[in-house]
């Protein structure tokens, strides 16, 4: 066919005649190969190069502490001395330091820091603090810091001496370990001696109590040697009984004191024995029973007014031993009524109005299936 007119592309018109194609035909394909691949090598430099600056540019900018010197030594103080430093810290990052939170390790160490942001190449300081008056001897005091550092969101701060004991205090605190209300066991005052080192120049102002519950006797009233009965009063409340004495001190540099611990725990003229109930492997039908002491060491009878059970499983009653003194629980738990493991709570109510309800738990374990 003679003459036939097809199109190339939108613009181009191509002669072809019978068996064979055109030279421009040719040449306008060899052209348009050339130009897809000048496109195709451009799409791919951007693919390879794009992501890269993409990175780049969302990396956001990162804070980094600096502890310049993390570990401070005091030497050898006497003992009641406040021990102070500060330490330097600074922001190496390119991003804002927060600074999140500062912890002493104990109460006798207090930090602070004067700022809660650090900008990039910014310095700071954490000032530390430690009461040197409950201790004696190679002593080690942490505070740590957090902070947004996403490479070290915590660190370490360390201050450590030798604290050298110019007062002995013997004994160091007044321990009176588990009382029980109403009991006279135990609640004996304890006898504790003061005295300062001789050649010290130390003299002894003045032993307080700052607390109501702390009976203080002066028993001898020297400048260089004091002695003094410590009790507890028999309205303190119950659980646990942390105070202190101070001891109020002078030498050649001024005032200064010293404290005196004192402990206890002090529970209710009520006690359970065993405190806590365990019934083993909760396996076949047949009731449980177990048997719970229940004994009144105050002065004053006590009446039980409820026993009540948080699980429909476990049942419990009295029985009375010494009315007013001794009694047991009985304590009875239905296997065909547990379906996991136990745990349940027996409340115990008596007409003692300054002691809470007991409370007995109590445990148990379904067998392996």
Known sequence: MQGQVGKCG???????????????????????????????RALLALLLVGPEVSLAESVPPKPQLKIEEPVFDFGTVVQGTTVTHEFAIKN?????????????????????VDGNSLAPGQQGRVRVELDTADFS???????????NDPENPSSTITIKGVIQQNVT????????????????QGWEPKEISIKPKAGSGITIDEVKSLSD???????????????????????????????RLVVNLRDSNGAFSLNIPVFAVVRGALKLSPPTLSVGVIDGTAPIER???????????????????????????????????????????????????????????????????????VYGVLPPK
């Open 10 to 40: 939108s613009s181009c018109l191509v002669e072809r005649k019978k068996g064979q194609i055109s030279f421009e035909f040719l040449a306008h394909i060899a052209d348009g190969v050339s130009r897809s691949a000048n496109i195709c």
């Open 291 to 361: 048997f719970v002491k229940l004994d009144n060491g105050g002065a004053q009878g006590v009446s039980v007014t409820s026993i009540d059970s948080n699980s429909e499983a476990v049942k419990a009653d009295l029985r009375v031993v010494e009315a007013g003194k001794r009694f047991v629980v009985h304590v009875s738990v239905d296997p065909s009524k547990v379906s996991r493991d136990l745990r349940a709570a027996i409340t115990i109510a008596t007409n003692k109005k300054d002691e809470p309800p007991l409370v007995l738990n």
């Open 137 to 147: 001897g190679e002593k080690i005091k942490l505070v740590r810091l957090f902070t």
């Open 92 to 112: 190496l990052g390119d991003g804002e330091l927060d600074i999140q939170r500062v912890a002493p390790a104990c109460g006798c160490t207090a930090a602070t």
């Open 169 to 184: 205090i013997d004994p160091m605190r007044a321990y009176f370990g588990e009382l029980s209300r109403g009991a006279g």
């Open 213 to 243: 519950y702390i009976k203080l006797d002066v028993l001898q009233k020297k400048p260089d040697a004091w002695r003094i009965k410590v009790g507890i009063k028999d309205s303190v409340p119950l659980g646990e009984f942390r105070e």
